[in-house]
């Protein structure tokens, strides 16, 4: 009886955790899938190695890595809660958070800057009681998450893929993303401004001490991986360095990295370029692409994220200006558009169950409204400038 009660309690854990696997890595299985599948179309051989681009992965790898290292000893909630302990009312509290939160992506990625800046979001709010705007600030967290990222070619995963993939200089990259990345600022303020009232607050102080021996070599070795970005440094090598340096002074952070995010990668490029030999698949989307590749890339991203979106029209366009600018204003729209979004949905939703739906709504009015803006803006500006 109790060996019965032990196997149905065994399996039962095994059941719990395959479920939690799923929902936590739902675009990386729908990925093995979707290569698997095209597996069976075109069948494995040597041009199945060419399909991965190496350089994107190991910077990826470098630059979460070192990200997970820092937020250990954190240095980003200590930064950013002595930033938001200057605020006077809620409003600039408000806007502080979503700042923090946009420029974070500029430089850790759009998921490690939500992972960051969405408890310390909460905490602000929550302590200061003012809860009533913690939908509101977590949307537009979000959205400044996935919209800040896209000026740096190492702020949104897509970005890596797409400016080592095309070899974008780093001038022409900086110049195609300005004017959308501007325009977010713009709309981002004027929301905050809108929606958030200068409410008097006061945050509750709480000293932390910053390792800043840790601090100063951490960022050493971020500066490593940037420049392995930019071509400056061999990005084989920085992988190695930041992997022998953090196995002698902090191995936890190696194990922290999102490899689920890689292995998604790997994934998708078996699935791109599989899908890439398919003529019929060829034929239509290069089709699709020659229209209009703004648009089309963007409103992708809304079925297929925009991760995938860039790996697999990267292989049936030349345009990569206004691929890159579909890619990462469609980031932005339905829960699906962006994997960051889901992290913002999960970390709501666990705090505040019984508001899904209403959380739900206001996510997709606001970056709805952020997706048609810029895709307007953006196609008047192509007009003028064209």
């Given amino acids: ?145 996935n919209l800040g990222g896209m000026i740096t070619p190492f702020g949104n995963p897509q970005n890596l893929y797409l400016y080592s993939k095309f070899g974008i200089p780093t001038g022409e990259f900086t110049l195609i993303m300005l004017f959308p990345f501007v325009v977010s600022v713009a709309m981002i303020t004027v929301f905050c401004i809108v929606f958030v009232k200068k409410e008097p607050l006061m945050i509750i102080p709480k000293v932390e001490k910053l390792n800043v021996k840790k601090a100063v070599f951490y960022a050493v070795l971020f500066v490593l991986s940037i420049l392995a970005v930019f071509n400056i440094v061999p990005y084989f090598i920085v992988m190695w360095i930041i992997i022998v340096s953090l196995i002698i002074v902090d191995h936890k952070a190696l194990a922290k990295v999102d490899y689920g995010l890689l292995f998604t990668f790997c994934a998708f490029f078996v699935f791109a370029g599989n899908m890439s030999r398919i003529q019929i698949v060829n034929d239509v989307l290069s089709f ?59 970390e709501y939703t666990s705090l505040y169950p019984q508001n899904t739906l209403r959380y739900l709504m206001k996510f997709s009015i606001f970056n709805f409204i952020f997706l048609f803006g810029l895709l307007f803006l953006q196609s008047i500006f192509n007009i003028i400038v064209a």
């Fill in 1 to 145: 009886m109790e060996t019965s009660k032990y196997i149905e309690h065994k399996h039962h854990n095994i059941k719990k955790g395959l479920i939690s696997f799923a929902k936590k890595n739902a675009v990386l299985i729908i990925a093995v899938l979707a290569a698997m599948i095209t597996s069976f179309i075109v069948p494995p051989d040597k041009e199945y190695l060419g399909y991965f681009d190496f350089k994107t992965l190991s910077c990826l790898f470098s630059v979460l890595a070192v990200v997970c290292a820092l937020r250990n000893i954190r240095f980003f909630t200590i930064l950013a809660r002595k930033i938001v302990r200057l605020c006077k009312n809620a409003r600039l509290c408000v806007l502080t958070l979503i700042y923090i939160t946009f420029l974070g992506s500029m430089l850790i990625a759009n998921d490690m800057a939500l992972i960051t800046f969405l408890p310390l979001g909460f905490f602000a709010l929550d302590s200061t009681g003012k809860q009533k705007y913690l939908p509101f600030t977590f949307v537009m967290q979000n959205i400044s998450a």
């Fill in 288 to 346: 699709l692409l020659s229209k209009n590749t703004l648009i089309f890339s963007a409103f992708s991203c809304q079925f297929i994220s925009n991760v995938p979106s860039a790996i697999l029209l990267s292989n049936f366009t030349d345009n990569y200006a206004h691929l890159l600018l579909g890619v990462n204003i469609g980031g932005v729209g339905t829960l699906i558009s962006s994997l960051a979004s889901l992290i913002t949905f999960r």
